[in-house]
């Protein structure tokens, strides 16, 4: 497993919802930023590995969230990402978002190589790229 990298956000007006939290759509696009910086510290930037990989991406094909306790507007937000485990055209990661010391939330999500719309396999460079230590 990776060290956890990390990447703080503010909460703005725009993620709350009528009460006041912060709404709960909201942390996917968290989590997201926090996977992006991720991969994007490690030198994988989504539109080159596209470019150059014959179309690669990643898509999300699972995830599943603990809601422990919830963000407020203006809240300083630090979004931890680690890869867990490396599978053929899959990977799973673990996320986290805390304020200060206080975990908000909890998420495990499979992420999945594909070209053209069918799984592939990571290619050996990202594969050792996405396994070395933070």
């Known amino acids: 497993m990776t060290a956890p990298h990390i990447h703080q956000l503010r909460v703005y007006y725009e993620d709350t919802d009528f ?8 942390y996917l ?3 997201e930023r926090g996977r992006t910086e991720f991969l994007r510290d490690l ?15 990643f898509v999300v094909t699972a995830m599943t969230l603990d809601f422990l306790k919830p963000a407020l507007m203006d809240d300083w937000l630090r979004v931890e990402t680690a890869v867990s485990e ?5 990977m799973l ?18 992420v999945a190589a594909i070209r053209a719309g069918k799984p ?8 050792a790229n996405l396994s070395r230590p933070a």
């Open 43 to 57: 030198g994988i930037v989504n539109s080159e590995l596209h470019r150059t990989e014959g179309g690669l991406a």
């Open 29 to 31: 696009r968290f989590l």
């Open 120 to 127: 592939a396999r990571l290619p050996a460079a990202l594969r």
């Open 93 to 110: 990661m673990t996320q986290a978002i805390f304020r200060g010391e206080t975990c908000l939330l909890r998420a495990a999500v499979t």
């Open 86 to 90: 490396l599978r053929g055209a899959r």
């Open 19 to 26: 009460s006041g939290f912060t709404y709960h759509a909201s």
